[in-house]
């Protein structure tokens, strides 16, 4: 999956990253690599969260997981 990230560098120094598509991700470090590797190990405990409580919906109520593919427009 592919996440929009934005770095923010800081007067006193160090870095903070933020990701887009997940509100409230963040990621701090004393270098930009630094604060981009912690956003994608938050991405990646944010992404495992999501999966285990999928998991326990489908389990819950006997549901189904369809994947479908649609045609970009343009």
């Known amino acids: 999956m592919h996440y929009t ?3 923010e560098s800081h007067e006193k120094g ?12 963040r990621g701090h470090g004393s270098t930009q690599g630094e604060a981009i590797a912690r956003i994608r190990e938050e991405i990646e405990q944010v992404r495992q969260a999501q999966n285990a ?4 919906i489908i389990a819950s109520v006997h549901s189904e997981i369809i994947k479908i593919e ?3 427009s343009a």
């Open 5 to 7: 990230i934005v770095t």
């Open 14 to 25: 160090g870095f903070t990253a933020r990701c887009v598509e997940i509100p409230g991700a």
């Open 70 to 72: 649609v045609a970009d």
């Open 53 to 56: 409580e999928l998991h326990s």
